[in-house]
Nanobody, 126 residues
Framework: QVQLVESGGGLVQAGGSLRLSCAASGRTFSRYDMGWFRQPPGKEREFVAA???????????DYADSVKGRFTISRDNAKNMVYLQMNSLKPEDTAVYYCAADPKTGMLAAGRGDYWGQGTQVTVSS
């Protein structure tokens, strides 16, 4: 049974930083897409960032335009962890952030995922 558990959310002032963590269990995730989505208040869930395995054994990262240059995704396959370092946070980054995983390359960046966490709230005050 796959489980994704997020942590690290909270309240931060604009311009601040937070680091989200996602602990994955139930599978070996080294070849899975792992990533993050968010759902702002009153809006639909949207893609934030993903890290995907490639056949040349390199991991690539994809980012939404709104977070490029501010957010960095990383993963530790030995620990089955994925992280989202969020810098220069803005009030519009306020959302519930969800960890996601998918065994097929490119699915998260396409907005889809087989497995989801329960979410962690990030609130950025102005």
């Amino acid at each position: 049974q796959v489980q994704l558990v997020e942590s690290g959310g909270g309240l931060v002032q604009a311009g601040g930083s937070l680091r989200l963590s996602c602990a994955a269990s139930g599978r070996t995730f080294s070849r899975y897409d792992m990533g993050w989505f968010r759902q702002p208040p009153g809006k639909e869930r949207e893609f934030v960032a993903a890290t995907r395995w490639s056949s040349d054994s390199v991991y690539y990262a994809d980012y939404a335009d709104s977070v490029k240059g501010r957010f960095t995704i990383s993963r530790d396959n030995a620990k089955n962890m994925v992280y989202l370092q969020m810098n220069s946070l803005k009030p519009e980054d306020t959302a519930v952030y969800y960890c996601a995983a998918d065994p097929k390359t490119g699915m998260l960046a396409a907005g889809r995922g087989d497995y989801w966490g329960q979410g962690t709230q990030v609130t950025v005050s102005s």
